[in-house]
């Protein structure tokens, strides 16, 4: 069959044509050959050659050797060489650990009443980025928020918005405040959900608090506020103790910091994974030996008498006489440990402890002591006191004048002749020097310049020069309280010591401690040692009864009516702090009762009273009578019954 398009049978193979040179070629001209360099004929496409991949395999194959020889050296150093490294650092990069911080100890009065304590509190804290105009919509956006904030926080409105807009705009956590109560917390709280209500309903114009948070805390917090403030001290932002036995028995109150550490992935705890943790122990509880009640009696009286003088301040010291136990030390002016941002700096501290002041005739008592003990005289002995008396390079006088007194020793002391203690204390002596060293020896072994053994941070031991330096002036002042220096407490100790039937017990702030197991341990028993006989003690305190019983005494404001009070008056000259020199006068007044069977000790001083009398029988009496009476009856202290001493103040020449 012949195809008609060509004339060609279908399926049968037609011969290509013959190539030059071929065999069976007809004489026609040879076709020039693509292989050998010549031109394809026209209509004719011309074959592609392909290259070799030989090269880029093996460089392909070289470049996989080289990674898989790095990660084979890379996993020899971390397996192998660096193995201990590597492990160490993965371990701290999966596992964390938190410091469990421990509770504060809390500190209360000898009847478990809480002083202070440790309570939940927030920390509010705020990011300032999310107050900027681009995250709230507003360009006044801390200030607006400051505005919601101040009256809550109780802080400064512009002082949060220089919080709120900070120099560094990529700073993300301030505090705003610090220590503030689950209470206030829940009212920002409530502020920001009324707020974001608003925003949504339409009814506010930007969320400014969105970006107001709290972190948990602790706080300090002490119920009575500035009750025995100046004993307990303050805690610090950290946590540590920063005054008084808050700073003294910080390592006791601040217990053992715990610590925990867990596996964590992506910031959480895996909790399948193991974890260790130390507990944190909490501190012990101190108990002091103040009374509650006594500490806040005491604070009143002084503080009203203060106000009412007009004067630099005062303080009150209350102890009881068998044990040294402080029943109350009060100061004013004083301070709130739990607001320290609003107290007087000068106010800070504890001036009972930490001021030193010459005590005037309060300290007339100790040359007293001297005397009788070193039986140079007795309580009947016969002084012709003059109007003045020539001495050295000065001209004693008593605080008033008179015409010659002819008194009893005891009379010396009721009317607290300064001219009849001079007199006195040269008899303890064939000279005056001999005799400047006997008495020395006693205002030592009565405390004078030596610490009070409390340890109290600041605490002041007085200024008592040795004998051999005291000046022309002071071998007859110091006999009377001038020219030596003290601090309130080693002024109570002294007639503690002599209550105590002439046995000085150190005076003591601290009972026990309590462990979180509610074992109390009490504390150590304070040092005792003997100063004057039984027998010297027992005159001496019918002797100090004189100056508040006797009409002619200078102590007949602190007495009670039912009590047999012994006591002293005192009026020194004062030293300006800031000057150096005399201005101004000490007021005190020292005592115990019940004079025949002694249980308390108080005593007051004030400092530069400006209205008024400054006499210490007039202002500071009144306080003694005040405290004492109501120490006695809330310790439940009960009148003798006996008849006071009667031992007379004059004598007819």
């Not at 069959?1 to 037609?14: K, W």
């Not at 693509?34 to 004719?44: S, T, Y």
């Not at 560094?168 to 405040?177: G, Q, S």
């Not at 339409?202 to 506020?225: H, I, N, Q, T, W």
Request: aromatic letters at 6%.
């Amino acid at each position: 069959m012949v195809d008609p398009r060509d004339g060609r049978r279908p399926g049968r193979r037609v011969p290509a044509p013959a190539r030059a040179g071929s065999r069976g070629s007809t004489g026609a001209a040879a076709r020039p050959s693509p292989r050998r360099g010549g031109k394809a004929p026209a209509g004719r496409t011309r074959a592609l050659r392909l290259g070799s991949p030989r090269p880029r395999l093996r460089l392909i194959g070289i470049a996989l050797a080289l990674v898989l020889i790095a990660f084979v050296v890379r996993l020899f150093q971390v397996q192998a060489v660096q193995a201990g490294t590597y492990a160490a650092r993965a371990e701290q990069n999966r596992y964390v650990v938190h410091t469990l911080p421990a509770e504060r100890g809390g500190i209360t009065d000898r009847n478990g009443v809480a002083l202070a304590t440790t309570v939940d509190a927030y920390d509010i804290t705020a990011d300032p980025t999310m107050f900027t105009e681009e995250r709230v919509g507003v360009d006044d956006g801390p200030e607006r928020a400051a505005e919601l904030l101040a009256p809550v926080l109780d802080e400064d409105r512009e002082e949060l918005a220089a919080l709120l807009r900070p120099e560094n705009e990529e700073l993300r956590y301030v505090r705003l405040a610090r220590g503030r109560t689950p209470q206030v917390w829940n009212r920002v709280k409530e502020l920001k959900a009324s707020l974001a209500a608003d925003v949504r309903a339409g009814r506010a114009e930007a969320d400014v608090l969105a970006g107001v948070f709290a972190d948990p805390a602790s706080k300090r917090v002490y119920p009575g506020g500035t009750l025995a403030a100046g004993v307990l001290g303050w805690v610090n932002a950290e946590g540590v103790g920063g005054g008084g036995l808050e700073r003294t028995l910080e390592e006791t109150l601040a217990g053992e910091d715990g610590r925990i550490r867990y596996a964590q992935s992506g910031g959480l705890r895996v909790p399948t994974a193991d974890s260790t943790e130390t507990p944190a122990v909490p501190g012990r509880e101190v108990e002091l030996t103040l009374d509650r009640d006594i500490q806040w009696a005491a604070q009143h009286a002084i503080a009203e008498q203060v106000e009412k003088s007009k004067a630099d301040g005062g303080y009150v010291i209350v102890q009881d006489t068998r044990t040294g136990e402080i029943l109350a030390m009060a100061n004013s002016p004083g301070f709130d440990p739990g607001d320290l941002a609003h107290a007087d700096p000068d106010a800070l501290g504890n001036p009972a402890l930490q001021d030193a002041f010459e005590p005037g005739s309060t300290a007339k008592v100790l040359s007293m002591a001297a005397v009788l003990e070193e039986e140079a005289a007795t309580p009947m002995t016969h002084v012709t006191v003059p109007n003045r008396l020539h001495r050295g390079d000065r001209l004693f006088q008593d605080d008033v004048d008179h015409p010659t007194w002819y008194l009893t020793l005891n009379g010396v002391l009721a009317k607290s002749s300064n001219i009849g203690t001079i007199l006195a204390t040269g008899e303890l002596g064939e000279t005056q020097r001999e005799a400047n060293r006997v008495l020395y020896s006693y205002l030592r072994e009565f405390g004078l310049g030596s610490p009070t053994g409390l340890d109290f941070p600041g605490e002041t031991q007085g200024i008592l020069a040795p004998p051999d330096e005291w000046s022309t002036s002071q071998q007859y002042t110091i006999p009377f309280g001038q020219g030596v220096s003290i601090n309130a407490m080693q002024a109570a100790s002294v007639y503690s010591t002599i209550a105590n039937g002439g046995v000085r017990i150190e005076p003591t702030l601290v009972r026990g401690t309590k462990g979180p197991d509610g074992r109390f341990e009490p504390a150590p028993e304070p040092k005792k040692t003997r100063v004057i006989s039984e027998k010297t003690a027992g005159v001496l305190a019918r002797m100090l009864e004189s100056v508040v019983d006797d009409e002619e005494g200078t102590g007949t404001t602190a007495r009670i009516p039912g009590y047999r009070v012994a006591g002293k008056t005192g009026t020194a000259n004062r030293v300006d702090p800031e000057t150096g020199t005399y201005n101004g006068y000490t007021s005190s007044f020292a005592g115990f009762a019940p004079a025949d069977k002694p249980r308390v000790t108080v005593y007051c001083a004030i400092q530069n009273a400006t209205r008024g009398s400054y006499f210490g029988g007039k202002i500071c009496g009144p306080i003694h009578q005040q405290v004492m009476a109501f120490a006695l009856k809330t310790l439940k202290v009960p009148p003798t019954g006996a008849d006071p001493a009667d031992i007379p103040v004059t004598f007819t020449p």
